[in-house]
């Protein structure tokens, strides 16, 4: 049974960071491609970065490149998302997902002063 469990969430101030974990269980982590996603109430869920098996090939939607960072440790199944230079428009909650849609029940991200 594939389980996925977002941690690392919290309240920041704009211009602060924040490090997101997905630990991986029940599946073969290594034999998938990753994503984060987010989704803010009464939206749909946005992409924000994909990250190939063998973590060398990194994807970002415009809204958050060149301020967050994909990773994976294939090793401990884990997945992170560093988040640099949050925005308030970060505000969400977000979620690791697998290529068939299978995610955890999200961390929550929020950005105000």
């Known amino acids: 049974q594939v389980q996925l469990v977002e941690s690392g969430g919290d309240l920041v101030q704009p211009g602060g960071s924040l490090r997101l974990s997905c630990a991986a269980s029940?599946?073969?982590?290594?034999?998938?491609?990753m994503h984060w996603v987010r989704q803010t109430p009464g939206t749909e869920l946005e992409w924000v970065s994909t990250?190939?098996?063998?973590?060398?090939?990194?994807q970002y939607s415009d809204a958050v490149k060149g301020r967050f960072i994909v990773s994976r440790d294939n090793a401990e199944n884990m997945l992170y998302l560093q988040m640099n230079d949050l925005k308030p428009e970060d505000t969400a909650t977000y979620y690791c997902?697998?290529?068939?849609?299978?995610r955890g029940q999200g961390t929550q991200v929020t950005v105000s002063s």
């Open positions: 990250i190939n098996i063998g973590g060398d090939s990194k």
């Open positions: 029940g599946f073969k982590f290594t034999a998938y491609t």
């Open positions: 997902r697998t290529n068939s849609g299978a």
